[in-house]
């Protein structure tokens, strides 16, 4: 069994939630649907959360005791790369805390939308191509 199984499967659910809420990213759906907008958010935000805590609490202090230097240097390299992009996601949840504020300004909670997404995208496949299988070697070595 893989030990990254489960952060695999957050990912997924991450991305799901991710695509549900883009198919929202449009003014005139914004205008009449923020509710449910910001409850997607909301979600995605809890599940972002804990798959964080996961990788901040199990995940990489194993990883920061490797024997194997690559994987010391790609967990620290990682960690301090995290720490940008949950700062950037904090930011962008709070900036949103009703439905009001989101019906009320589409067009920049889009945008936001969009530009934190292809981020989360860049290291949610960076963390599956390069990251997680780092991981599962160590654990068969």
Known sequence: MSIT?????QHEKIL???AELSAYLTEER???EAHEAKSILSRLAGAL???LAMEDNSLYPRLLESK???VRD??????????????????YVNRWPKPLSIENNPVEFINESIEFFKKLKDRIH???DILYPLVDRTQTS
């Open 5 to 9: 199984r489960d952060y695999r499967r």
């Open 16 to 18: 799901e939630l991710m």
């Open 30 to 32: 914004l205008k009449g």
């Open 49 to 51: 959360k804990v798959h």
């Open 68 to 70: 194997d230097e690559q």
């Open 74 to 91: 790609t967990a620290r390299r990682f960690i301090e790369e995290i720490g940008g992009i949950a700062s950037a996601f904090n930011d």
């Open 126 to 128: 960076r963390e599956d």
